[in-house]
């Protein structure tokens, strides 16, 4: 085999379902491996929200677009199949940004050797975007203290799941906001949440009520949509209130407006975004303090796994229906 | 004179012009003076847009709102005309919290001792609740560094025209917006903001745009209103904003929506709400930072003078019209 298929953009999505109208698939040459290089198979890749803001063209976000025409952004981990490179060598795992394609052609920057016994699944599942996003956004904005109540919207989503678990080990009250009851169950049962609110229910604000009787100090938002009106409504003075991610608001023309301000003064709450991008360098320090959490097993994962590179063009399509049952993963 | 008058508040505003059916004017006896006691006659009050809270009945506020039936809450300064108290004596000037009424007999819990040569009305304008509301948001908050852009909302008002000067001070451009064009003329010429826009104009989302053409980093928001939306929509990465009023909100029985948190997270903005009453702590710390710049003659102010007790109740009004021109004050 001397060719292999990648998928490029083409085409920047403007609301609605992601299709195949936004690709290409092309097919490539093996390229050659100079000195100071080496070739990756990629075995696993990973699909995450962020990638709605990469294929996007506003200019504003925290890292560039994709320019239309090249390999779609993606992580993965893959092995080396070729290598010229004096610290990589041939049957290394290794993971990093390696795109939408089946082969990938190093010098080695921003790829990291894997060596932790553990399926490329879990790898990418807790180790890698969504355990350092929960990691990242629960501690240094959400500064959870024990005894206190957490909510965390997308709350059986790669980096909600590991939020909750974090928090839970941590001794907080968990609520969990989920779009089915096959969801509610997992956080429930599987994960340790104290509760879960399926925000396809009647009676949300009711619910919300119930569950934290206490108010809410900290907020993980991950989707947007109305149960943050509910959320903002019941937050204790100084609360915490980390912005991960919108999924619900994306692919809206227009996004729904937020709650007034009001509130915000009166307890003096604290709204922050963030992205990953800006914490690259503390990865060392979050899988630190991320490690022991895993090593206790007091983190659990699942993941979705899609079969062929060309399943990623629609499966991105799962974050908008909610219809992801964990952390979705391309097996190439 | 053995009796003196004073306004009780008896009912609560719900949305709307303040008028004299939320109050009772009552007249009592001046009491006597017992041991560790002193009597203030209190000489000017301040008048907050923060005593539309203390006014409203919701429970969740940072301080407990003013009883039905009881003496209205307010900041005045006055001077001591009979005294008890080993550490207070008569002729003493004093400032604190006395309330809607020209006599306040204390036992110096509160009180402070006004030692600065200055009028009144600049004590009240400056080194009282405008100048350390101004401080605490603008450097625990705003975080200003020299060559930012800072926007002011209310920046006519007697803590944003602080916020800008301090602001100026420390080298950033400085643009006010204000609900006058006499405002936006003192605000440039008289303070040295680099700019100001009259949010009652047509064209304020172009004006903005000319006048922050390297986006904005700091956004003190004082009011609310349709501006929100545009200083937000050309916040910087990083850019944080101190939410410390929102007049235009507060008469609202539905206050309006603010906006999608998207930029939240694709500009990893901080939105944070602060009063001072968290504050009371700092105080010493407040000044210390404050002074210099005033001592320097870098802060300027002007008061809007009412004259007699009764005038508070509809001078409130004059923070909904905008049409109080600087920190108003109470002359009794």
Chains 1, 2 share one sequence.
Request: net charge negative.
């Amino acid at each position: 085999m001397s060719t292999f298929k990648a998928i490029n953009l083409i085409a920047r999505p403007h609301g609605g379902p992601i299709g195949h109208e936004l690709f290409e698939v092309v097919t490539k040459n093996i390229p050659e491996v100079a000195q100071g290089e080496f070739l990756v198979k990629q075995n696993h890749m990973s699909l995450d929200p962020a990638m709605f803001g990469w294929m996007s063209p506003d200019t504003e976000s925290y890292i560039p677009p994709v320019d239309l025409g090249s390999v779609m952004r993606s992580s993965g981990i893959g092995e080396i199949v070729a290598s010229n490179h004096p610290d990589f060598n041939v049957g290394d795992r290794v993971m990093g940004m390696m795109g939408w394609q089946e082969y990938f052609l190093s010098n080695g920057k921003g790829l990291n050797k894997v060596t932790a016994p553990l399926p490329d699944e879990a790898i990418l599942s807790v180790f890698a975007l969504p355990g350092l996003t929960a990691t990242q956004g629960l501690y240094s904005i959400g500064k959870p203290q024990k005894g206190e109540t957490i909510v965390v919207s997308g709350a059986a989503g790669s980096v909600g799941s590991i939020v909750g678990q974090l928090a839970k080990a941590d001794g907080l009250t968990v609520i969990g906001i989920v779009g089915s009851e096959e969801k509610a169950d997992w956080i429930v049962n599987e994960l340790g949440f104290d509760g879960a609110i399926n925000y396809k229910s009647d009676d949300i604000a009711d619910q919300l009520e119930k569950m934290t009787p206490q108010g809410i100090d900290v907020y993980f938002e991950n989707t947007g949509g109305p149960i943050q009106h509910h959320v903002f409504a019941r937050m204790n003075a100084h609360g915490r209130i980390a912005v991960c991610g919108l999924i619900a608001d994306y692919p809206k023309a227009t996004p729904d407006l937020a709650p007034n301000w009001i509130p915000i003064i009166k307890k003096r709450l604290t709204v922050q975004g963030f992205t990953m991008p800006d914490h690259f360098g503390d990865v060392p320090a979050l899988l630190a303090k991320l490690t022991p959490y895993v090593m206790k097993g007091q983190i659990k994962h699942r993941a979705h796994v899609l079969d062929g590179l060309e399943s990623a063009i629609t499966g991105l399509n799962l974050f908008f229906t909610g219809e992801n049952k964990g952390k979705l993963i391309v097996k190439i």
